[in-house]
């Protein structure tokens, strides 16, 4: 008996889950294959081109951080001399906050109209406007080139927004959200004397929040990352954008000269950042908005 | 201070369903209605059209001797309390209460000094910064009232109000909206359907039916003289007890020769008596059967067979029951006569 008890306490050693090893396993192989090109992408700003040009991506980390950021973002490139980093990024940026602005507003204001207001036809144009999810700027895009073409609009910022700017996923998205608003808030801003717009501005705006960051976050990454549209419309390289730009750069390689790693490395991780910027602020606040608030 | 007119108002949905039949009534200044009925019946149809959330098919509504059908709901003077409160939940109690006073251009030292003088008459005042969400239930209906009161308006609509509260909060809830009410002096209506908040509260009850008004009076004629069976079913817990009886010989009669009351006239009639206007005597003249004796603290209720047909008596605590057979005798005065027929009062 003693002896049977012995053995069963002096059993327990720590066994190896192997399933447990294996799951760990995938998830780090997995985890190293997304960080290791961005890694590559860090180290390769530290240091020369010509050290990069002989050895290849180091383990160590090299001490020309500040001259390549100063160069990616202050040094022209191209003919004109116009586009540096900072004009990229102040295009990119203003490529992406319009975008999402204006696909936020314009959506929200389609969803308004098409939930609050007796329009004929209400459903019709809701999935007319649906229906267009079926056919994205790549279909489209001669016709679209031509209009703003014809409007004047190449090389302007409105060219690179306005016609992007419409968007059935928006107004999905604030029409679903809008139909679940209480009637009971509409009829009492009503009785509390408030029209529309201060409905709209007052109450529902407000309600949608979360909505509204959420929709942000898609849309600015969404915006950031167009390529196909900027490079049609813009011609003049002082309106070029970051994701662009960075190409514009990386044609270098196939020339002779030693190419410029550590600026087009640079300048793509200035072109990751705000996006991932943007999606972290509006994270928190979106979930924050998730618990707090309730209809 | 207003008074309400209905004329011959009729609702018909867009699908043609006809809510509300053409319905007539007055409403005298400061007085307070109660419109009851069961679910479906109208009443919120009633209430949304003359808060003129809900247009007018016929007829014509006045507030004060003005025709208001076409006027916005915002220019009626009128302030109204949902049923599941519809607070601004981004809003502080504070700008839930103002709000109708910011967007009818009131200076904003004006809003703060109304505001604080709502919070206070509805105890309010720790709670102003919070958000309905941090509220208990009891407290987002008084911010309800309080988005109410602090407008001052003519006329206070109120839709099922206390239904989300649990049955202690609703009596409390019950007696202070009443008292604010008397204490403000506005002219409200009251929707509702329960029995006991319409007894309660009104000055006069209005009983709906399927679109239609069954009774106009106060709780007490509409308890004691109900107009139809409906009326005598619905108010009152337990309701009115109706049987079948007949008219003979200047009495009452039920099953063969029981003689229950005297009455004039004959044939076949519904009698109605309320539970509580019977007694237990061992020597009283009609034999009745109880079968189930329910227990509640300060009353009992007998349910049994009052020749053959279900009755029920309500009697106080210190009247001994058991199941079995006994014998009552009806109060004198107590029977209501309806015509077997169209269910309506004789
Ligand atoms: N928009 C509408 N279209 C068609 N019929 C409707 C509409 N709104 C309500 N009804 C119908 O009108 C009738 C009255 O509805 P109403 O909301 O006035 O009832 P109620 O007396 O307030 O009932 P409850 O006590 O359940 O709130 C109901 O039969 C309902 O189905
Ligand atoms: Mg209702």
């Known amino acids: 008996m003693t002896n049977l008890s012995n053995t069963t306490i002096a059993a327990p050693t720590r066994r190896i889950r192997w399933s447990r090893l294996l799951d760990h396993a995938v998830l780090i192989a997995g985890s190293l294959f997304l960080l290791i090109p961005l890694l590559i992408v860090l180290q390769t700003t530290t240091t020369t081109d010509v050290e990069t040009m002989k050895n290849g991506p180091q383990l160590v980390i090299g001490s020309q951080f500040d001259d390549n950021l100063k160069d990616a973002m202050v040094k022209a490139s191209g003919f004109s001399g116009e586009n540096t980093g900072m004009s990229m990024l102040i295009n990119s940026m203003i490529l992406g906050l319009g975008f999402a602005l204006g696909k936020i507003i314009i959506g929200m204001m389609a969803a308004y109209a098409l939930v609050y207001f007796r329009l004929r036809f209400a459903t019709l144009a809701f999935w007319l406007i649906f229906t267009t999810l079926l056919l994205p700027l790549e279909v489209r895009i001669l016709p679209s080139y031509e209009i703003a073409q014809k409007l004047g609009l190449l090389n302007t910022y409105t060219g690179l927004i306005v016609p992007l700017i419409a968007s059935a996923t928006a107004t999905f998205f604030f029409r679903q959200f809008f139909r679940s608003v209480p009637e009971e808030l509409v009829e009492a801003a009503r009785i509390d004397g408030a029209g529309p717009v201060k409905f709209f501005i007052d109450i529902l705006a407000p309600l949608s929040q979360t909505m509204i960051a959420a929709m942000f976050i898609i849309m600015f ?57 943007v999606v972290i602020f509006f994270q928190s606040w979106f979930v924050k908005g998730l618990t707090e608030s309730d209809k | 201070m207003a008074q309400v007119s209905l004329n011959n108002i009729r609702k018909i949905y867009a699908n043609g369903y006809e809510a509300v039949t053409p319905t007539s009534f007055d409403i005298a200044d400061g007085e307070f209605v109660v419109l009851v009925g069961p679910s479906g019946c109208g009443k919120s149809t009633l209430l949304r059209m003359v808060a003129g959330l809900e247009d007018i098919t016929e007829g ?10 076409h006027v916005d709901p915002a220019d009626r003077d009128i302030a109204m309390v949902f049923q599941n409160y519809a607070l601004y939940p981004h809003m ?35 709670y102003l ?118 008219l003979a010989d200047g009495q009452i009669m039920i099953n063969g020769n029981t003689a229950l009351a005297p009455a004039q006239g004959t ?18 003249p009609i034999h009745f059967h109880v079968d189930i004796v329910e227990e509640l603290g300060a009353h009992r209720l007998l349910h049994g067979q009052l020749a053959d047909q279900d009755f029920t008596i309500h009697v106080g605590k210190d009247v001994a029951a058991t199941p079995g057979a006994t014998r009552i005798a009806i109060k004198p005065d107590c029977c209501c006569l309806f015509d077997p027929e169209t269910g309506k009062a004789l």
């Open chain 1, 221 to 277: 990454v969404y915006g950031w990352n167009q390529y196909l549209w900027p490079t049609m419309i813009t011609t003049d390289e002082d309106m070029y954008t970051l994701v662009r730009g960075i190409k514009q750069i990386t044609q270098d390689l196939e020339g002779t000269n030693i190419p410029e790693y550590g600026r087009a490395n640079m300048l793509a991780l200035i072109a990751i950042l705000p996006p991932v910027a």
């Open chain 2, 60 to 69: 014509v509504l006045s507030i004060n001797d003005r025709q208001v059908n």
């Open chain 2, 267 to 284: 044939g076949a009639i519904t009698l109605g008596i309320r539970p509580e206007d019977v007694e237990i005597h061992d020597d009283a």
């Open chain 2, 129 to 246: 910064d919070r958000k309905p969400s941090q509220l208990s239930g009891g407290q987002r209906q008084r911010v309800a009232m309080g988005r109410a009161v602090v407008r001052d308006p003519a006329l206070f609509l109120f839709d099922e109000p206390l239904s989300n509260l649990d049955a202690k909060l609703r009596h409390q809830m019950r007696i202070e909206i009443k008292a604010l009410q008397r204490r403000l002096g506005v002219t409200s209506i009251y929707v509702t359907h329960d029995q006991v908040e319409a007894m309660t509260m009104a000055d006069r009850i209005i009983v709906l039916n399927e679109g239609r008004i069954e009774q106009i009076g106060t709780p007490a004629e509409i308890y004691h003289a109900p107009a139809s069976t409906f009326v005598a079913s619905f108010m009152g817990a337990p309701p009115m007890n109706l049987i079948d009886a007949r």
């Open chain 2, 92 to 126: 502080t109690v504070r700008k839930n209460i103002g709000y109708g006073l910011k967007n009818r251009k009131i200076p904003a030292d004006m809003i703060e000094s109304k505001v604080q003088e709502a919070a206070k008459m509805l105890n309010l005042t720790d």
